[in-house]
């Protein structure tokens, strides 16, 4: 046949899609929508209805957005359900399948089993994860119904859930909802409708314990027909969570229309000339466009591209979409007679791997190696969203030096088959592909249509490996990552060797001395030093190496060198003389990988009242588990609504020389341009979290990298973005100060703060007088708040009097107000804020979100239109501020028997350009550098940095992590220069019941050395303690630590006048009640309590009472919903105003008689004239500390919120991999108002403090002093896989609280357990001393979190890291800053 010209693809084009969403088809002309739209713009402008999936990061790493693709395989033609991410994937990659979106799974009317059990079980906070993870959730099950069966290995081990976050719940809820799905399948989908039974086993739901275990605590497992559930208890007032779960029934699901089985896919072509898409159906049409546009970009998963168009802003003319290529997408297994593996270019990722796993269980060990080799990369490349669609030959194209699989490629001698419109087929060995940084020897006008990987056909023994380091183990980038191929004859000389890197060049490297030196050799203790010598010269970098990490990356290099000796070493059957232990080469030759996940509650309400004190799940949850729920970007289009994008500096301090947005205004479709000449006046445009000391746009100074200068108001947010790229600012730069130490050395420091705490003698004197003294440094960096909803907002002007109502993502309507109020011009009575619910918030959305809201109205106020904004994740990071950065000097006076005497800290922490509130965190810092422990003498000393970075603001913790992380430090340093055991110091200095912290407040209540006594037996610290010790002496490539920490966090807002709440309740005649208040629903599950405060107090089911939204109109002059206080203020206000209804319905209740419905109550009132509604304000009692006054002053805090954990950890010392094997938690929050909330706050805040503690790291780029971390891609929270293997939670009970005055005598729980997530830092510093010691040195002097795999790796300090080290020449710096 004649191959198709480009004219004969043009004539038989169609612009038509065709393809089924959620059920039903679309046409959907390809002229009709932005060629520039992914998949997730095209469902999200479906509106009500479609807004479920949410855009969380738009670069495929968060899951926000994902989507099922249900279509028939193009090779088995089986249906398939693959989980994409929509903010990737282009519109045309759907023609022909069928998107199924979270609304198209279940309603709340209807849920889908998934979406039940996500729900009930607390698997959703905030829910702006939720719908992302029910459709990876939902992916699984349905192929596993195809499949016949599911095991918790499925659902934990395969990397389902890989490509999802979430900030909020610490994952095990979810996890645990998906295993209730575990179970063999009672038939295939196709056959008749397989109910699968709920498994509440492994979903760690306690059922089969509950049942069996006669032991008291045990009061049920929550199953509606559990065998505790007698008559007489049923009837009694429930005691723990009773949810009846529906069952799976696989023959209800979704079908693949029938009318897509027919379809056959067809040339399209749509878009302009200037930007167009083209869809090719034959390898054939694929070249007739190569030869018509060379340059035309091909676009496989578009993994890749799309990264490059959103955030590198590239442009193509013409994208091709090759994926639906056939001859793109085969499989070639080896054969009799040919030992070579082969496969399409464009083959999915997740469908190699299969077929790797298929293969390797096949073949035998001689041929299996670079198959296994190229398995292992899969396993950890990407997310499985990612995998779905991705391919190699997208990968090999883009030629990235840090590519997980092209040094499997160079390792083992793979070619690609390429064609192009004049050579058919030609194959380019990738050994030599590879020519410079992502430039490579495909021609311009070729493609890749096949990959061939050679198999071992000689006698010789093969062994191949491949390794990768990353920061966190699933989906992330590699720091190092390589592949390595020997053969061995027959007499045990290495016959062939390819050693080959990815990470430690511009492009992969092949440490070809190496392997020079290797070949003939032999294996010997001898040969693997020299080898290493040569491999140290091959893989030296520079200090100052673009990306960072230099030693690290040395180091790993030849760590990854020696595993592989070993492994090789104990394949060919090497005399055991020559071969380290058994222990030692299983180290060696296995990665560190959490394994499947338990872990419980101690399930039980003991405080469980009517409605209180019970375990009732989120009450939006399911609205969320079925993406109805509505967050700021999800509300319907105002009528005339335009987009607002914003212009942000790209210098970190500079001059602004000129501003130019004519070529913007010029673009069709922009509306306006805004800036400080649209305020009202210049005081218009000044405003701060505590001090009037930034500017909503820039003037003409920057002083941060991304601040605002203007925004672009424009139709689309697409064309918003285009256009605010075209804005033109010059700059002159000016000298900046980015971290600490430049603040310390120049003396910036944020004027208006200047804190101590003193007690006691003077701090010399006591120094002088404690029988030992140390001094020390601690240093934890910021942390990125990462709640999945970026910043967003919605402006309504209402065109008289300057009313507007603002929807904002905000955890303070009252400062949305306010500053939306200056920024006008306009009293703050004229502005509405409202806030429904965040897609988390963390503290980020405190002050923060004002700045959005300002600049939106501002937009408004101008335009007269409705301005929305929603931040890309970039820019959110860029603009809204961190956890601070802090350092801490200390010098600490002990006795001999390692009783504190006298500690003196000067507390520094990284304000950025302007205060916000920082002060309060400097404050709340030092009020924590006691954690636990009585301390005689102190002097603290507070300041706050200015620094030209982004302000950095609240953090759940507020400071108070930072100051117990110093604490955690001297007590560590005062048990090592003691040589006593950390348990002892710690127990010994633990405060007793009254005695008083540095501020005189008295601790009362005192519940910590109950804690950590109940926390040492459950968790069976001393023999579990015995047994690291034991495995840190056997083992010397592992290490394990293990640590008992106790916590204690302030409750009440530094300021006192925040300490009060508000509320606002009304009874309606039907009986039915709306609270309102002054706290703002972002996850944690304050609504919920706040109702089941008001369903109580009015003895109504909860199901009676209803908060729609948080907003200044009904209850005014609201504190932010911040310090953990919420539910003890506002549900001490709704308290309040209940007990003035309840007076008000009382002679009626006297009346009616004590069952009388409140409908009829509410009608007998209303006849009577009386009010059925009420304000309640609740002002917290005997605070009134004043800083900087050693007197006796009043009480800093409400009460102190409690907690112990122990935890232990194994690293793997050669990597500076590490997982959690086990946390066991122990928190006082008083009488809980609902222990499921409770559960999911502590699990969720541990989580973030493990990340801020081991993974997250913020990094500045040194050359502009721009955030590189600007998104999931390098940034990273920890993931599924990161949380403990065995997680046990458990809350205080038959204990007294006689001096706790709160709120049914609760306690606030959103921040405390944060610190204990530290516990793991804390827990690897134990095991690196083991390692040290190993290598001879017995100091761990560097104090500094996040302990990363980096800084893991480093301090082991054996031989190998002593290799890799790369020292600093004269001029170099690091890549990155550390602010
Ligand atoms: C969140 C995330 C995580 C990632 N994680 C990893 C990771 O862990 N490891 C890793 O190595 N990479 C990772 N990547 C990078 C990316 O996923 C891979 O490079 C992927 O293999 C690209 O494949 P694709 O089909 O999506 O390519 P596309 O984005 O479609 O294309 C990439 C390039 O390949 C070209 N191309 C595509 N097909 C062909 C062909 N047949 N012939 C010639 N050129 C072609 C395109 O023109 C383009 O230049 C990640 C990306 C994201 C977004
Ligand atoms: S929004 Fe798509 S992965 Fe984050
Ligand atoms: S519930 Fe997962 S991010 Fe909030």
């Known amino acids: 046949m004649m191959s198709p010209t480009f004219q004969d693809l043009e004539s038989q084009a169609t612009s038509t899609l065709r393809f089924f969403l959620n059920g039903s088809p679309i046409v959907l002309d390809g002229n009709s929508f932005d060629p520039d739209s992914t998949l997730l713009d095209f469902i999200r402008s ?341 995998r779905n669609v991705a391919s190699v030959g997208g990968n090999i194209a883009t030629a990235s030096p840090i590519s997980d699989l092209n040094p499997v490629w160079v390792a083992t001698g793979a070619k690609v088959l390429a064609a192009s419109p004049d050579r058919p087929e030609f194959e380019l060995p990738l050994t030599d592909f590879f020519t410079a940084y992502r430039k490579t020897t495909l021609p311009r006008d070729a493609v890749i249509v096949k990959i061939i990987v050679p198999l071992n056909d000689t006698a010789h023994r093969e062994i191949v490996q491949a390794y990768k380091q990353a920061k966190r183990r699933d989906d992330d980038i590699a720091i190092v990552t390589a592949c390595f191929l020997v053969r061995v004859t027959p007499e045990g000389k290495i016959s062939l060797v390819r050693l080959a890197y990815g990470g430690m060049a511009p492009t992969v490297l092949s440490a070809k001395k190496t392997e020079a030196y290797l070949t003939g050799k032999s294996f010997s203790a001898k040969t693997l030093e020299n080898a290493l010598e040569v491999l140290g010269t091959e893989t030296d970098l520079p200090f100052n190496v673009p990306g960072g990490m230099a030693s690290y990356r040395k180091t790993l290099a030849l760590s990854f060198f020696f595993k592989f000796w070993h492994k090789v070493c104990s394949e060919i059957n090497l005399s055991p003389d020559l071969l380290p232990s058994k222990t030692d080469l299983q180290d060696l030759n296995t990665i560190i990988h959490r394994q499947l996940s338990t872990g419980r509650h101690d399930n039980s309400d003991p405080y469980a009242q009517e409605v209180i004190g019970r375990q009732e799940p989120h009450l939006s949850g399911l609205l969320q588990a079925t993406g109805a729920a509505v967050y700021v ?430 509320a606002l309740v009304h009874i309606y005649m039907d009986g039915s009640v709306l609270v309102a208040h002054g706290g703002v629903e972002m996850g944690q599950g304050l609504y919920t309590k706040c109702c089941q405060i008001a369903a109580q107090e009015l003895r109504v089911p909860l199901t009676d009472v209803f908060t729609s939204e948080t907003g200044t109109n009904t209850v005014p002059n609201t504190v932010p919903t911040a310090a953990s206080a919420s539910s003890d203020l506002n549900g001490y206000a709704i308290y309040n105003a209940c007990v003035e209804l309840n007076k008000r319905l009382k002679p009626y209740r006297q009346q009616l008689g004590a069952d009388a419905t409140l409908a009829a109550l509410a009608a007998a009132a209303f006849q009577d004239r009386v009010s059925l509604s009420a304000t309640g304000h609740y002002a917290t009692p005997d605070l009134g500390y004043e800083w900087n006054n050693q007197n006796e002053t009043g009480n800093l805090f409400h009460y102190f919120t409690q907690g112990a954990c122990a935890t232990e950890v194994e690293v793997d010392t050669l990597t500076g991999d590490h997982t959690v094997l086990r946390v066991d938690i122990h928190m006082d929050v008083g009488k809980s108002l609902n222990p499921a909330i409770d559960y999911g706050q502590i699990e969720g805040a541990f989580t973030q403090g493990q990340g801020l503690s081991t993974i997250e790291e913020s990094l500045w780029l040194r050359q502009n002093g721009a955030i590189f971390t600007t998104g999931p891609g390098a940034y990273k929270l920890p993931g599924f896989s990161d949380i403990p293997q065995v997680f046990n939670v458990s809350l205080l009970r038959d204990a007294e609280w006689p001096n706790l005055g709160t709120i049914k005598a609760s306690k606030g729980i959103g921040e405390p357990p944060l610190f204990l997530g530290c516990s793991v830092a804390l827990a690897i510093r134990h095991a690196l001393k083991s390692a040290r010691k190993d290598a001879g040195m017995n100091e761990l002097q560097d104090f500094r979190l996040p302990l990363t795999s980096e800084r893991i790796r480093m301090a082991c300090g054996d031989f190998l890291a002593q290799k890799g080290r790369v020292e600093k020449k004269e001029g170099q710096e690091d890549f990155f800053v550390h602010i």
Not at 711 to 728: E, P, Y
Not at 754 to 765: L, Q, V, Y
């Open 46 to 386: 479906q509106g009500q209805g479609f807004t479920g999936t949410k855009l969380g990061c738009g670069e495929g790493g968060c899951g926000a957005c994902t989507v099922v693709v249900q279509s028939r395989n193009p090779a088995t033609q089986q249906i398939q359900h693959l989980a994409v991410n929509a903010c990737l994937a282009p519109v045309v990659s759907v023609d022909g399948k069928h998107v199924i979106t979270v609304e198209g799974v279940g309603s709340p009317e209807n849920p889908h089993p998934i979406q039940e059990r996500l729900w009930k079980l607390s698997g959703s906070q905030c829910g702006f994860c939720t719908p992302g993870i029910i459709m990876s959730l939902y992916a699984m099950v349905r192929n596993a119904a195809y499949r016949g069966s599911l095991s918790t290995a499925d659902v934990e081990l395969d990397g389902i859930l890989d490509g999802n976050l979430c900030r909020c719940t610490g994952y095990k809820p979810i996890l645990d909802a998906a295993k209730t799905f575990v179970g063999e399948y009672a038939g295939k989908l196709d056959s008749s409708d397989p109910v699968v039974p709920i498994n509440f086993e492994a979903a760690n739901l306690d059922h089969a314990d509950c049942c069996s275990n006669p032991a008291p605590s045990v009061q049920g497992c929550g199953r509606a027909d559990c065998c505790r559930l007698t008559k007489e208890v049923d009837d009694a007032p429930a005691k723990f969570p009773r949810f009846k779960l529906k069952p799976y029934q696989a023959g209800t699901e979704l079908i693949f229309p029938p009318s897509l089985t027919k379809h056959s896919p067809s040339f399209l072509k749509f878009g302009s000339t200037s930007r167009q898409w083209l869809r090719p159906t034959t390898l054939a049409q694929l070249l007739a466009i190569k030869a018509q546009y060379p340059d035309a970009k091909l676009v496989g998963g578009s993994t890749e591209i799309q990264i490059e168009v959103k955030i590198k802003a590239a442009a193509y003319r013409v994208s091709v979409f090759v994926s639906d290529i056939t001859e793109l997408h085969g499989l070639w297994p080896p054969t009799s007679t040919r030992s070579t593996f082969e496969f399409g270019a464009n083959l999915p990722l997740a469908e190699l791997e299969v077929a790797c796993k298929k293969l390797v269980s096949e073949l035998g060990v001689q041929q299996s190696g670079p198959i296994e080799a190229i398995r292992t990369q899969l396993r950890y490349f990407a997310g499985l969203q990612i």
């Open 633 to 1062: 970007d999800d509300m319907p289009k105002v009528g005339n609504e335009v987009y607002g994008a914003l212009v942000m500096s790209s210098r970190a301090h500079a001059k602004i020389i000129s501003v130019d947005a004519t070529k913007a205004l010029e673009m069709e479709g922009v509306v306006s341009w805004v800036s400080h000449l649209d305020l009202p006046n210049e005081r218009a445009n000044w405003w701060g979290g505590s001090a009037l000391d930034e500017v909503f746009f820039a003037v003409d100074e920057v002083v941060y990298h991304g601040q605002p200068i203007g925004m672009i108001v424009a139709q689309t947010k697409i064309l918003a973005q285009k256009a605010a790229r075209a804005v033109v600012v010059q700059y002159e730069d000016l000298p900046r100060i980015m971290t600490i130490e430049e603040a310390m050395e120049q003396k910036s420091f944020h004027p208006s703060y200047d804190r101590w705490i003193k007690r006691g003698r003077p701090i010399d004197e006591s120094l002088a007088a404690s029988d030992h003294v140390l001094e020390g440094t601690t240093r934890m960096g910021g942390q990125e708040h990462f709640y999945l909803e970026t910043m967003a907002v919605l402006v309504v002007p209402k065109l008289e009097n300057g009313e507007m109502d603002v929807y904002s993502s905000t955890q303070s309507p009252t400062d949305a107000q306010r500053w939306v109020a200056v920024a006008t011009g306009v009293p703050r009575s004229r502005i509405v804020a409202h806030a429904k619910r965040l897609g988390g918030g963390f503290g980020g959305k405190e002050t923060r979100s004002s700045h959005v809201a300002a600049i939106a109205a501002v937009a408004a106020k101008k335009t007269r239109r409705p301005v929305r904004i929603m931040l890309d994740r970039q820019e959110d990071i860029m603009i809204t501020g961190q956890r601070h950065p802090c350092r801490a000097d200390w010098r600490v006076g002990f006795s001999s028997e390692g009783k504190l005497q006298a500690l003196n800290v000067d507390f520094y922490c990284n304000g950025g350009h302007s205060i916000d509130i920082s002060n309060g965190v400097g404050d709340r810092a030092i009020s924590h550098l006691d954690n636990c422990y009585f301390i005689p003498d102190v002097d603290f000393h507070s300041l706050v940095c200015k620094t030209n970075t982004v302000s950095n603001t609240a953090f759940r913790g507020f400071g108070g992590p930072q100051g117990m992380l110093v604490a955690e430090h001297y007590i560590e340093a005062i048990a090592d220069k003691l040589n006593l055991d950390i348990d002892h110091v710690r127990q010994i200095n633990l405060y007793k019941e009254a005695e008083k912290t540095p501020y005189h407040q008295k601790v009362l209540d005192w519940h910590v050395p109950r804690l950590l006594s109940d926390c040492r037996k459950t968790s069976e610290y001393e023999e579990r303690r015995a047994a690291v010790d034991r495995f840190n002496k056997e083992h010397k490539w592992r290490k394990r630590g293990i640590v008992l920490v106790p916590t204690k966090f302030g409750l009440a807002f530094g300021v006192k006048a925040m300490n009060q709440g508000a």
